[in-house]
């Protein structure tokens, strides 16, 4: 079925939308596997629901089963992108986005000035928006998924745009030792393989460059409390989520220096505004009004417990910055 003509389906067994589900874990191969949520489709585009399996040896965890590529077309297209942009800014508003798009450029700033940056996942381009501030000299390019990397060229947020993913045939060829820096900020959990993305990132970066990855933290306390409403297991498009034990070895096996990992910083207070968000979704658009202060008392309570859910396991995201090793 082409692209273009996708609709929403009702799940059959034969679902297009989906792959056949897998009995081992993606990352270490191990079957000791654990369902360990079922979402729904939070803005109701569909009927049905996606399941997360978590596997009982590494941790990681995965969207099983997980979209095929017509369903991951199918979930970036523009109107649905828009209604979750839509979501998004419920509980989180530009200049909070920001405001954190600034405060990840200024704790990088400690890097030396690079010449050339690749910001992969870059949507809009907000982040090198906001990192020119603080590296006035370097020249950013966008790689993402969806047709935003091109708007974020035409508004002048970036100087190239590449569409795909690092790991799409001939993108990490073409773009071969080019960057002296590469941020991936949530955009392994979107990539159908983390671990061809990853070996495509350190392949457009040169020799001692530096490696930036920020992704859910699956072991966040709030996933356990929240479950399908916590908002960072992102289904039906976040398809996996490794934790932080799984990315460092796997940036080491793959030949980098782990120079930092960060659980305070990437922190977004959003959890309980987020799940309100959720379950409201759905909801008629006067009940969503009604509800507003309720959700105005969930944020506010986030931000409240955002100093502690930093330094604790409530901290619901991580990141690791890591160096490319000159040689082998």
């Known amino acids: 079925m082409p692209t273009s003509s996708l609709t929403p389906q009702t799940i059959t067994p034969f679902d297009p939308f989906q792959e056949p589900r897998r009995e081992d874990c993606p990352w270490c191969g191990s079957r000791r596997l654990r369902t360990r949520v079922r979402a729904p489709d939070p803005l109701r585009q569909r009927p049905g629901t996606f399941a997360l399996d978590r596997c009982r040896d590494c941790g990681h965890v995965f969207q099983n089963p997980r979209l095929s590529a017509e369903g991951i077309a199918f979930y970036h297209r523009d109107f649905y992108d828009r209604h979750l942009d839509e979501l998004t800014a419920r509980v989180l508003s530009p200049r909070a986005v920001r405001r954190r798009h600034r405060t990840a450029a200024w704790r990088l700033s400690a890097l030396r000035e690079p010449e050339s940056w690749l910001d992969v996942g870059t949507g809009y381009g907000r982040f090198p928006e906001a990192a020119k501030e603080f590296f006035p000299y370097t020249s950013f390019d966008g790689l993402d998924p969806t047709e935003r990397v091109e708007q974020a060229l035409r508004e002048g947020r970036v100087e190239e745009a590449h569409q795909g993913y690092l790991a799409t045939p001939g993108m990490a060829a073409r773009l071969r030792a080019r960057y002296d820096v590469v941020t991936l900020f949530h955009h392994l959990e979107h990539a159908p393989d983390p671990r061809a993305e990853l070996r495509a990132a350190l392949t457009v970066l040169r020799p001692g460059g530096h490696l930036v990855v920020e992704v859910p933290d699956p072991r966040c306390l709030f996933a356990a409390l929240l479950g399908s409403r916590w908002f960072p297991y992102g289904q039906p ?21 782990i120079l930092v990992t960060d659980r305070r910083d990437p922190h977004v207070p959003l959890d309980l505004a987020a799940a309100v968000a959720l379950s409201l979704a759905p909801a008629h658009p006067l009940l969503q009004l009604a509800a507003s202060p309720l959700l105005d008392v969930a944020a506010a309570v986030d931000h409240v417990l955002a100093p502690l859910a930093r330094r604790t396991r409530f901290s619901n995201a991580y990141r690791i910055v890591a160096q490319k090793r000159l040689t082998p």
């Open 237 to 257: 498009r976040h398809l996996h989520l490794p934790p932080p034990a799984n990315l460092r070895a796997e940036l080491e096996t793959q030949g980098c220096t």
